[in-house]
């Protein structure tokens, strides 16, 4: 199934093949190869406008996610019909996060799939509003990072490390 | 005989009439023509950075680049650039002391790539979203999209439609992806396009002034 990609913003370069890649290698790692994601790289000023309308922080932000459907951290959907083969939307603030690898001196398209993966586990229930339920997040990042690092030889690590 | 006495009188009253409108015609050109400039933005056509070189030949502008043997040309037309949702929102429901909004000109555009070991030329033409360009607030689609793609013989002005035309809209979008990382990599990307915007909106508006001071001279003409 589908990765809709988009790319709707201006202030930083996104090349959108190799994204597009580790994107569908981290779904499959996941088990949700089937399903449809949404993958928007957005600006300061889309993330900011859908932080404050969602999330009531009108503020720049490097990831939102809007899953689909409701499940629980590890479960996969059960879709009921073809349409309902969807995760959901990620909103990768390309811009805010391009700002922090400058200023951290890191690898900005690493950082980028990084992210992704991050959205993605919450597309699928995953949380770390609390101790477990961050590790257990943390856990499957590590695990589907670690699935994308042997197919292309990177060595990415999750975005939540050191969150507790 | 009726009407045979009121025959010139009534030529020369038609007459009269068309050169009064005629002249109230051109006066509201003038005042017209006035306005425009005063909201006119760029006095000058604006720069697209990245090195690119303007030609313009009337209504049609050409950007040229050259790197590392390829030579890349980004076509466009203002003619019909405007699209119909923005010139609607600036006649309905205006109160008379609001400003117009601004139009923009979001014309489609060619984009050609000549590699000089090739006979060939790989055109690439490309279109604004609908309704998506000049909204408040950034919208959640791309920017530019690809349409249709196809080489063409280079040098030859004529277009050769028995040569395969790939259109995007049933495209793996693996393989539209490379295309537009492709054009990123020539330095056709979103920061391009939104400065295209800007220099076809200045040149529509520029073409449009002269068109109108035209106008005049042709009304007054007598």
């Given at each position: 199934m589908s990765v809709v990609l988009r790319n709707a913003q201006r202030s930083v370069p996104v090349r959108r093949a190799p994204l597009r890649r580790a994107v569908c290698a981290l779904r499959a790692a996941l088990g949700a190869s089937r399903f449809d994601v949404g993958l928007v790289c957005a600006g300061n000023a889309l993330m900011q406008r859908l932080n404050g309308a969602y999330r009531q922080r009108p503020e720049p932000t490097d990831v939102l996610s809007f899953p689909f459907h409701q499940v629980a951290a590890g479960e996969l959907p059960r879709p009921?019909?073809?349409?309902?083969?969807n995760l959901g939307d990620i909103f990768l603030g390309v811009e805010y996060i391009h700002q922090q690898c400058r200023d951290a001196g890191e690898d900005f398209e690493g950082v980028l799939v990084v992210t992704a993966a991050h959205g993605l586990c919450h597309l699928l229930g995953y949380r770390h509003d609390t101790k477990p339920a961050w590790e257990q997040m943390y856990r499957k990042e590590a695990q589907i990072l670690e699935e994308l690092n042997r197919l292309t030889g990177s060595r990415l690590r999750p975005l939540t490390a050191g969150l507790f | 005989m009726v009407g045979q006495s009121e025959g010139p009188t009534l030529v020369v009253s038609v007459l009269r009439e068309r050169v009064h409108r005629d002249k109230a015609f051109a006066q509201f050109l003038t005042d017209e023509i006035k306005e425009e400039k005063k909201i006119q933005k760029h006095k000058s056509l604006p720069k697209v950075s990245g090195g690119w070189e303007l030609e313009v030949h009337g209504t049609e502008a050409r950007l040229v680049r050259k790197i590392a043997g390829e030579k890349i040309t980004v076509t466009f037309n203002i003619?019909?650039?405007?699209?119909p949702s923005a010139e609607d929102d600036t006649q309905?429901?205006?109160?008379?002391d609001e400003q117009e909004p601004e139009l923009t000109s979001t014309p489609n555009f060619v984009v050609e790539v000549i590699k000089d070991?090739?006979?060939?030329t790989l055109v690439l033409d490309c279109h604004y979203p609908e309704d998506?360009?000049?909204?408040e607030g950034e919208e959640e689609s791309d920017i530019f999209t690809i349409r249709e793609v196809s080489f063409q013989p280079t040098g030859e002005s004529d277009w050769k439609d028995t040569n395969y035309t790939l259109n995007?809209?049933?495209?793996d979008w693996a393989l539209y992806d490379h295309l537009m990382d492709f054009l990123a990599d020539r330095g056709v990307d979103n920061t391009f396009a939104d400065e295209l915007i800007e220099l076809s909106t200045a040149l529509e508006h520029q073409e449009y002034i002269k068109f109108l001071e035209d106008l005049k001279s042709f009304v007054k003409c007598q």
């Open positions: 009921r019909c073809r349409g309902e083969y | 003619n019909n650039s405007i699209p309905e429901g205006q109160k008379p070991d090739t006979k060939q998506e360009i000049g909204h995007t809209d049933s495209l």
